[in-house]
């Protein structure tokens, strides 16, 4: 087998479909961002599954679908991120001295 490519049959455009459908319920815009945090080869990024593949992703994120109940996790950015790691202290004082107004719990 040449490098990149697939190991069995294509997948059917219903299952890519379906997977895409799956990964944007999920979090995710595309194959392309879904690539890191799901694993993907680069081949798989691109959205080229093979049968199989297809099937087992499926199976697996229809198993890690959330509850109805339960609510969205919200992605936090890179920036907010940071600010999460900045002391309560000096984040006051820089929102202070922009002009807000900080009041202690």
């Known amino acids: 087998m040449a490098f990149g490519q697939q190991a069995g ?3 059917s455009a219903r299952q890519i479909q379906e997977l895409l459908a799956l990964l944007q319920e999920a979090g995710h815009t595309d194959f392309r961002d879904a690539r890191g945090p799901m694993g993907f080869t680069q081949r798989q990024g691109a959205g080229k599954f093979t049968r199989d593949e297809a099937a ?3 199976e697996r994120l229809q198993d890690a ?3 109805e109940d339960a609510k ?5 950015s890179a920036a907010a991120k940071a600010l999460g790691r900045v002391p309560t202290e000096e984040l006051a ?3 202070q001295r922009r002009g807000w ?3 202690e719990p």
């Open 9 to 11: 049959p294509p997948a």
């Open 65 to 67: 679908a959330p509850d």
């Open 56 to 58: 087992a992703l499926i």
């Open 101 to 103: 107004i900080v009041i």
């Open 72 to 76: 969205p996790v919200a992605r936090l």
């Open 93 to 95: 004082a820089e929102l």
